[in-house]
């Protein structure tokens, strides 16, 4: 029975070349095509519709269209009548508000389809996967202090 020392000198040769290829060549072609080359790891094939993070608020409905426009249509789930101040939406490096129109909503209420501006987030090919954080700053009926609740939305551009 050999030692794990023995079976390395014995062997170093096979251990130096194989090291030495994941190191020049394989290393080198997964950073040359990018990790996204290999389907695997191309986390935007596998983004669904699904909404996470959220307390008080339930996402209903929320969509990036192809021109940059995000819309989002929210749920008050906080149990009592909420004041919203702002809502902002991040994908990627941009982070750019909702235009809200009725920021008072009773318990279980909706807000109705918001949007940002047109074309906040640029031009956005068709069917390519995108992360969402929204971002809600409300005061609930009772309470003097803003709160703020966070979450993310996952889609396809559509």
């Known amino acids: 029975m050999s030692s794990p020392t023995e079976f390395i000198m ?33 986390t935007s094939e596998y983004t669904d519709h699904k909404a996470s993070g959220f307390l008080n608020f339930q996402a209903s409905d929320w969509k990036l269209g192809t021109d940059g426009t995000f819309t989002l249509s929210m749920n008050n789930r906080a149990g009592k009548a909420v004041k919203i101040n702002e809502i902002t939406v991040g994908i990627g490096q941009t982070t750019v508000p909702i235009i809200i129109r009725v ?56």
């Open 103 to 158: 920021p008072d909503l009773a318990d279980g209420a909706s807000t109705g389809m918001l949007s940002t501006a047109t074309g906040a987030f640029g031009s956005q090919a068709p069917g390519k996967g995108y992360a969402a954080t929204v971002q809600i700053k409300y005061f609930g009926a009772g309470y003097d202090m803003e709160f703020t609740e966070q979450g993310k939305l996952t889609d396809k551009i559509s």
């Open 10 to 42: 014995k062997h170093k040769l096979a251990i130096l070349i194989a090291v030495l290829i994941l190191v020049l060549i394989v290393i080198p072609f997964m950073m040359f095509f990018g990790l996204n080359a290999l389907a695997m790891f191309n």
